[in-house]
């Protein structure tokens, strides 16, 4: 992967990013969550959008190398990259998000229209509220211990890592192995998943319902947007963009079959050309 990487000290929160590109609109990717960073989810992207675009991709809080004491939720986030983006003094973006960063994005996108060129949600969050794994996810955030057994499972080899992959992905054997190796990596490491399991706490209801939902909305957002959903998606249904994208003024949608949630990195070839047509 091309470029370099900078570290910006937003409400007290050590940001870590990687920055690519010399030239061109700014372009700022958003990851999601679980074991998830920057590198791993947009490894391919931020080359092939370097070649057109300044690209800047985040970590989020307790996430790859960024640290700090947060609440781990939709509305920090939304505050947070607002401070990164003041940062590194972008103040026209082409936002993308993915997953619980889609959620991060739209949120900035309705606060800050004009402040957003374009904006791309990928199995976004925030664009509905029942979630058909979220009485799970409530359950096991409050269940001293239980996400830290999953993900310490996870990295316990290649064939582990491949089999827990398979609640995210639609065809854990055709992922590459150096994808496997990072997330095997990351869910190895102390505290894996603890940032997350933060953010379901503070996200789901008790009956395991979203409480970030931005659909009643999705109306007044005026900026061209993108929505990019695997069909076989097992965390949020690809329904949700599709009626996001009957709502939204200025909608292009485009839904990826036999795939799952994880689309820049299950079909990353795919996920770019649909993006740079975008752009």
Same mark, same amino acid.
């Given at each position: 992967?091309?470029?370099?990487?900078?570290?910006?000290?937003?409400?007290?929160?050590?940001?870590?990013?990687?920055?690519?590109?010399?030239?061109?609109?700014?372009?700022?990717?958003?990851?999601?969550?679980?074991?998830?960073?920057?590198?791993?989810?947009?490894?391919?992207?931020?080359?092939?959008?370097?070649?057109?675009?300044?690209?800047?991709?985040?970590?989020?809080?307790?996430?790859?190398?960024?640290?700090?004491?947060?609440?781990?939720?939709?509305?920090?986030?939304?505050?947070?990259?607002?401070?990164?983006?003041?940062?590194?003094?972008?103040?026209? $973006?082409? @936002?993308? +998000?993915?997953?619980?960063? *889609?959620?991060? =994005? %739209? !949120?900035?996108?309705?606060?800050? #229209?004009?402040?957003?060129?374009?904006?791309?949600?990928?199995?976004?969050?925030?664009?509905?509220?029942?979630?058909?794994?979220?009485?799970?996810?409530?359950?096991? $955030?409050? @269940?001293? +211990?239980?996400?830290?057994? *999953?993900?310490? =499972? %996870? !990295?316990?080899?290649?064939?582990? #890592?491949?089999?827990?992959?398979?609640?995210?992905?639609?065809?854990?054997?055709?992922?590459?192995?150096?994808?496997?190796?990072?997330?095997?990596?990351?869910?190895?490491?102390?505290?894996? +998943?603890?940032?997350?399991?933060?953010?379901?706490?503070?996200?789901?209801?008790?009956?395991? #319902?979203?409480?970030?939902?931005?659909?009643?909305?999705?109306?007044?957002?005026?900026?061209?947007?993108?929505?990019?959903?695997?069909?076989?998606?097992?965390?949020?249904?690809?329904?949700?963009?599709?009626?996001?994208?009957?709502?939204?003024?200025?909608?292009?949608?485009?839904?990826?079959?036999?795939?799952?949630?994880?689309?820049?990195?299950?079909?990353?070839?795919?996920?770019?050309?649909?993006?740079?047509?975008?752009?």
């Amino acid at each position: 992967m091309t470029g370099g990487t900078g570290v910006r000290t937003v409400e007290g929160t050590r940001i870590a990013y990687r920055r690519a590109g010399a030239a061109g609109p700014p372009v700022v990717l958003l990851h999601g969550g679980g074991v998830d960073d920057a590198t791993l989810s947009w490894r391919h992207a931020i080359d092939e959008l370097a070649e057109t675009h300044r690209v800047y991709a985040p970590d989020w809080p307790g996430y790859g190398d960024s640290v700090g004491d947060v609440t781990h939720s939709t509305e920090s986030y939304v505050s947070l990259l607002e401070g990164f983006l003041e940062s590194i003094d972008v103040d026209d $973006a082409i @936002l993308v +998000g993915l997953s619980m960063g *889609g959620a991060a =994005a %739209l !949120g900035y996108a309705l606060e800050n #229209t004009d402040r957003v060129n374009r904006l791309a949600l990928v199995g976004s969050y925030g664009l509905g509220e029942e979630i058909p794994v979220g009485a799970l996810w409530k359950t096991t $955030a409050h @269940l001293p +211990g239980a996400n830290t057994l *999953g993900w310490n =499972a %996870l !990295g316990t080899s290649r064939t582990a #890592t491949r089999v827990g992959l398979g609640n995210v992905v639609s065809d854990p054997a055709g992922l590459p192995r150096e994808f496997v190796e990072g997330v095997k990596e990351r869910a190895s490491e102390p505290g894996a +998943g603890s940032a997350f399991e933060a953010f379901q706490r503070n996200e789901l209801a008790a009956d395991g #319902t979203a409480l970030t939902n931005y659909a009643s909305d999705l109306q007044r957002l005026s900026v061209p947007t993108l929505l990019v959903h695997g069909s076989e998606d097992p965390l949020f249904p690809a329904r949700w963009s599709k009626r996001a994208a009957e709502r939204i003024p200025q909608a292009d949608l485009e839904v990826l079959e036999d795939c799952g949630h994880w689309v820049p990195r299950e079909r990353p070839e795919t996920f770019n050309g649909i993006l740079r047509t975008f752009l």
